[in-house]
């Protein structure tokens, strides 16, 4: 008699022979890697501080993460190139540590489908803050990559009184070769203003972060840092993001370039 040819089906050899979680996850869950735009902002809960930040944020095949950071914390601001280790769970929220020079900054982030990150929040034990990321070009930077039209809105917080007031702004700009001239539709506390205002970018060498200073029609001056997000290299830059300098406003805000 020949033997008689028995065939599983899949579900039960799958059943039989699991996969490994770390495999399945991996599966699930693809990992990227690349260069990504950070900002967020939020609140130190236990001392009403507001915060602020940007981030460059490098993630490297061997699950490392390297990058540069400025931060607001009310009136003072710190920066700091770190380093630090990520991983992926089963969940698809990549776990994020930073060694900085001031502490162990976490953070967990939820993935899109191709890996990437999009929001995350920090869970530093008292603070609010969330996250939002958007993926960067492998490309230096120069200021005509933001040629053209850019607009944004942003919401912030200003200092009165020796408290934190709202403020909000909406700005339409264009940009030529790092000079720039637009407008501002702002309410500081709910007084309303629209005002015109010129100014320039200064890069740093072979890096994407420069800062920015601006003068408004009344001769304000506002100061910013700034990150170029940059795109595709024939398309330029995909906008900016920028963080208040100033120590009385701390506002942190995205320019899309059209």
Same mark, same amino acid.
């Given at each position: 008699?020949?033997?008689?040819?028995?065939?599983?089906?899949?579900?039960?050899?799958?059943?039989?022979?699991?996969?490994?979680?770390?495999?399945?996850?991996?599966?699930?869950?693809?990992?990227?890697?690349?260069?990504?735009?950070?900002?967020?902002?939020?609140?130190?809960?236990?001392?009403?501080?507001?915060?602020?930040?940007?981030?460059?944020?490098?993630?490297?095949?061997?699950?490392?993460?390297?990058?540069?950071?400025?931060?607001?914390?009310?009136?003072?601001?710190?920066?700091?190139?770190?380093?630090?280790?990520?991983?992926?769970?089963?969940? %698809?929220?990549?776990? =994020? *540590?930073? #060694?900085?020079?001031? &502490?162990?900054?976490?953070?967990?982030?939820? $993935?899109?489908?191709? !890996?990437?990150?999009?929001?995350?929040?920090?869970?530093?034990?008292?603070?609010?803050?969330?996250?939002?990321?958007?993926?960067?070009?492998?490309?230096?930077?120069?200021?005509?990559?933001?040629?053209?039209?850019?607009?944004?809105?942003?919401?912030?917080?200003?200092?009165?009184?020796?408290?934190?007031?709202?403020?909000?702004?909406?700005?339409?700009?264009?940009?030529?070769?790092?000079?720039?001239?637009?407008?501002?539709?702002?309410?500081?506390?709910?007084?309303?203003?629209?005002?015109?205002?010129?100014?320039?970018?200064?890069?740093?060498?072979?890096? %994407?972060?420069?800062? =920015? *200073?601006? #003068?408004?029609?009344? &001769?304000?001056?506002?100061?910013?840092?700034? $990150?170029?997000?940059? !795109?595709?290299?024939?398309?330029?830059?995909?906008?900016?993001?920028?963080?208040?300098?100033?120590?009385?406003?701390?506002?942190?805000?995205?320019?899309?370039?059209?």
């Amino acid at each position: 008699m020949g033997l008689a040819r028995v065939v599983l089906p899949a579900a039960l050899l799958l059943a039989a022979f699991p996969v490994p979680a770390s495999q399945a996850a991996s599966a699930k869950c693809p990992s990227s890697t690349g260069r990504f735009a950070v900002w967020g902002a939020g609140v130190i809960a236990n001392r009403k501080t507001p915060t602020a930040r940007l981030m460059e944020e490098r993630w490297l095949p061997d699950g490392r993460v390297e990058g540069l950071i400025v931060e607001r914390r009310g009136q003072g601001e710190r920066r700091s190139a770190y380093t630090g280790q990520r991983t992926i769970g089963s969940n %698809c929220v990549a776990v =994020i *540590q930073r #060694t900085l020079p001031w &502490g162990v900054d976490r953070s967990e982030v939820v $993935l899109d489908g191709r !890996g990437r990150p999009v929001y995350g929040l920090i869970r530093n034990t008292g603070q609010v803050l969330s996250e939002s990321w958007l993926p960067m070009a492998t490309d230096r930077c120069n200021s005509a990559n933001l040629n053209g039209l850019a607009v944004s809105r942003q919401v912030g917080l200003s200092q009165v009184n020796g408290g934190w007031s709202p403020n909000a702004v909406v700005q339409r700009e264009r940009w030529t070769n790092g000079s720039v001239e637009g407008i501002a539709l702002s309410s500081y506390g709910g007084d309303n203003e629209s005002v015109s205002y010129s100014g320039a970018l200064s890069l740093s060498p072979k890096s %994407c972060w420069g800062t =920015i *200073q601006e #003068t408004d029609q009344s &001769g304000r001056t506002y100061n910013y840092s700034a $990150l170029i997000v940059n !795109g595709r290299r024939s398309k330029g830059a995909r906008g900016y993001l920028y963080l208040q300098r100033d120590p009385a406003d701390l506002t942190v805000g995205w320019l899309v370039r059209d």
